[in-house]
């Protein structure tokens, strides 16, 4: 079992920043690929970033050039950073651990961005 914890969301004005973390505990020597996705009321949840085990990142279109996904595997916490940050970006972010056959989500935290 893996739990996640997200915490870091809130209220920003458009242009701001804000740094989201998920804290592992538990099997975190079996967790393979971390990613963060968001869901806005009324839509599908949506992969935001991605990092593996080794680094290796990558990005939906919406968030290259202002996001940046990192990874402390000494400390068993994956962050978001979040730059320039728009209305649009206003979701529950929620963290997904993937291990061998299985995946575990975080509760999610709410970012709002006001214009």
């Known amino acids: 079992q893996v739990q996640l914890v997200e915490s870091g969301g809130g209220l920003v004005q458009a242009g701001g920043s804000l740094r989201l973390s998920c804290a592992a505990s538990?099997?975190?020597?079996?967790?393979?690929?971390m990613e963060w996705y968001r869901q806005a009321p009324g839509m599908q949840r949506e992969l935001v970033a991605r990092?593996?085990?080794?680094?290796?990142?990558e990005y939906a279109s919406s968030a290259k050039g202002r996001f940046t996904i990192s990874r402390d595997n000494a400390k068993n916490t994956m962050y978001l950073q979040m730059n320039s940050l728009k209305p649009e970006d206003t979701a529950v972010y929620y963290c997904?651990?993937?291990?061998?056959?299985?995946?575990?989500w975080g509760q999610g935290t709410q970012v709002t961005v006001s214009s």
């Open positions: 997904k651990a993937l291990v061998v056959v299985s995946f575990y």
């Open positions: 538990g099997r975190v020597l079996s967790i393979n690929v």
């Open positions: 990092i593996s085990s080794t680094g290796k990142t």
